[in-house]
């Protein structure tokens, strides 16, 4: 059965945007705009869960836990997206995702009510989880829903610039959430953001949640998906139509491969960057807030700008330009931050100074740390300090050099004290920090990210039927964004762990990035002025 065109598919290219299409777009991107606030205030406060959620003794490990912990919500969004995406082909578009967040919204503000570790031990740490697993189910059926939505709303030569405008609420839920803890902590001594100031950012979500729903309320079903089952041609069973079938199949695993290169490149430029310029090269956590917040400010606009220019000169190769532009830049932009953020950590870098010898080094992740060697790679870690290896033949051996002086075992105060003698500056000069400079190098990949991000949603659309639309795009792009970006900065600092050289880790998005772009030239097709109602 041939099913017919709605009428914002068949509009002619002059007419402007209708009262309903405004009304999907701004309803649509607010209720995505909450749920992205509430997935990304973890990451703006994941520098102090590890010390309020997770056992004391080893602050490296707090901190990975704490970044695993928040990569657990990206690793189960493809549960979400299996779950929701099913309901979303099978019952429709609109009830799905006003169930997504009203799920967010209980599991946000539950992180704001949750006893820390220190009042209720490890039911505390299993309780973080439980809730930022909820999150993730959530945001697993949030995004397909809400693309798939204003997609079908959407006039065909206006398709990128309209789903642009939903892609933009990841970036602005991030500056939210960093300028409330901004806000905050103006206001609030340390100590008391410590305490309980850091719960308010989460409880306040309950505001925006009775809007959100509220608005997502009034809505009407979308026009495909209505003709669809005035027709009775809806899928009945959306997952085994969508992997069964070689065609849907392959356009799948195209979805995950670029969705890959995306999450290097989110990954990379929202958060990474924010860790590495605190924890690594000791900038004041105020600041780094300050300056991403702007960096996400000037790059909102070209969102919408990549969306609109792929509607003319379609969506494929602005996606991959970024992903060949990130491949190349990621390595340097970083080093780059190390010279204009911490010029006096460069040159200490520059010199080599450190070396740890030991025989019994696991580089364990979690966990207390066991023998000193263990101690040691945690601690110089902890500080931002890069270290060659060199395993020693005896299992008790554990000494650490730093310049000309030579520690034995682990000795916390000993280790920092021939740091600080051998030129380790302990926190960044705020008299020596190229402000402008650190500005443009964070710019660059969130640059980067809002041309593959821009044109992301029309593409994803336009890859697969209205039959299982909602289904097939929603696994691979959690899979791919959710998978690589969520745990993007845990992996990089497990690597720079490992390695001992705080730079290693970045080959991780650089590698997945460059695949993306060989494998996206080759086999991804240009979709731009496909018919979604078919």
């Known amino acids: 059965m041939t099913i017919s065109l709605t009428r914002s598919e068949t509009r002619a290219p002059a007419s402007g945007m209708t009262a309903e299409e405004r009304k999907v777009i701004l309803a649509s991107s607010f209720g995505a705009l909450m749920e992205w606030y509430d997935f990304y205030i973890y990451a703006a406060l994941a520098v102090y869960f590890g010390a309020?959620?997770?056992?004391?003794?080893?602050?490296?490990?707090?901190?990975?836990?704490?970044?695993?912990?928040?990569?657990?919500?990206?690793?189960?969004?493809?549960?979400?997206?299996?779950?929701?995406?099913?309901?979303?082909?099978?019952?429709?578009?609109?009830?799905?995702?006003?169930?997504?967040?009203?799920?967010?919204?209980?599991?946000?503000?539950?992180?704001?009510?949750?006893?820390?570790?220190?009042?209720?031990?490890?039911?505390?740490?299993?309780?973080?989880?439980?809730?930022?697993?909820?999150?993730?189910?959530?945001?697993?059926?949030?995004?397909?829903?809400?693309v798939t939505y204003v997609a079908e709303h959407s006039p065909v030569h206006k398709r990128g610039l309209y789903t642009s405008s939903l892609q933009t609420t990841a970036t602005l839920g991030l500056l939210s959430s960093?300028?409330?803890?901004?806000?905050?902590?103006?206001?609030?001594?340390?100590?008391?953001?410590?305490?309980?100031?850091?719960?308010?950012?989460?409880?306040?979500?309950?505001?925006?949640?009775?809007?959100?729903?509220?608005?997502?309320?009034?809505?009407?079903?979308?026009?495909?998906?209505?003709?669809?089952?005035?027709?009775?041609?809806?899928?009945?069973?959306?997952?085994?139509?969508?992997?069964?079938?070689?065609?849907?199949?392959?356009?799948?695993?195209?979805?995950?491969?670029?969705?890959?290169g995306l999450g290097a490149i989110f990954g990379t430029g929202h958060f990474y960057s924010m860790f590495f310029l605190n924890k690594t090269l000791h900038v004041p956590l105020e600041t780094v807030h300050m300056l991403i917040g702007i960096a996400l400010v000037v790059a909102t606009p070209c969102y919408l700008l990549f969306g609109w220019l792929s509607d003319r000169i379609g969506r494929k190769y602005i996606m991959m330009a970024a992903c060949l532009?990130?491949?190349?830049?990621?390595?340097?932009?970083?080093?780059?931050?190390?010279?204009?953020?911490?010029?006096?950590?460069?040159?200490?870098?520059?010199?080599?100074a450190v070396q740890v010898t030991a025989g019994d080094c696991k580089a364990r992740l979690f966990g207390e740390p066991v023998s000193a060697c263990d101690k040691i790679r945690g601690y110089l870690t902890d500080l931002g300090v890069g270290y060659t290896f060199v395993p020693a033949s005896n299992p008790a051996q554990a000494e650490v050099r730093i310049a000309d002086r030579t520690l034995q075992g682990f000795d916390r105060d000993a280790i920092k004290s021939a740091l600080v003698a051998a030129g380790w500056?302990?926190?960044?000069?705020?008299?020596?920090?190229?402000?402008?400079?650190?500005?443009?190098?964070?710019?660059?990949?969130?640059?980067?990210?809002?041309?593959?991000?821009?044109?992301?949603?029309?593409?994803?659309?336009?890859?697969?039927?209205?039959?299982?639309?909602?289904?097939?795009?929603?696994?691979?792009?959690?899979?791919?964004?959710?998978?690589?970006g969520g745990m993007l900065s845990f992996v990089v600092t497990a690597m720079n762990v490992a390695s001992g050289d705080v730079y290693f880790g970045l080959w991780y998005p650089v590698i997945i990035a460059g695949l993306a772009f060989v494998i996206g030239m080759l086999f991804v097709p240009e979709t731009r002025g496909r018919d979604l109602a078919t």
């Not at 409330?180 to 100590?191: G, N, P, R």
């Open 52 to 146: 309020l959620f997770f056992p004391k003794g080893n602050e490296t490990a707090a901190f990975l836990a704490s970044l695993a912990t928040f990569g657990a919500g990206f690793l189960i969004r493809p549960v979400g997206a299996l779950l929701f995406g099913r309901l979303g082909d099978l019952i429709g578009r609109k009830y799905t995702f006003l169930v997504t967040i009203l799920l967010m919204g209980v599991a946000t503000v539950g992180v704001g009510v949750l006893p820390t570790y220190e009042q209720i031990g490890i039911t505390a740490t299993v309780l973080l989880v439980l809730l930022r697993l909820l999150q993730g189910l959530a945001l697993g059926g949030e995004v397909g829903g809400a």
């Open 425 to 484: 500056p302990e926190r960044a000069d705020p008299a020596k920090i190229n402000t402008p400079m650190v500005f443009v190098l964070l710019l660059v990949p969130i640059l980067f990210l809002a041309m593959v991000y821009g044109p992301m949603a029309a593409f994803m659309v336009e890859l697969f039927p209205a039959r299982v639309r909602y289904t097939s795009l929603s696994l691979p792009f959690h899979l791919g964004a959710g998978w690589v």
């Open 178 to 260: 960093l300028l409330v803890v901004y806000l905050l902590k103006t206001f609030l001594t340390e100590a008391e953001f410590r305490d309980w100031g850091w719960r308010i950012p989460f409880i306040v979500s309950l505001v925006m949640l009775v809007i959100s729903v509220y608005i997502r309320g009034k809505l009407h079903e979308s026009p495909v998906f209505a003709r669809m089952k005035a027709a009775n041609t809806t899928s009945r069973a959306p997952i085994r139509e969508s992997f069964t079938n070689w065609k849907n199949l392959r356009s799948v695993l195209l979805l995950f491969v670029v969705a890959a």
């Open 325 to 352: 532009l990130a491949a190349v830049c990621i390595q340097p932009v970083f080093k780059g931050l190390t010279h204009y953020a911490n010029p006096a950590l460069e040159q200490f870098q520059q010199q080599g």
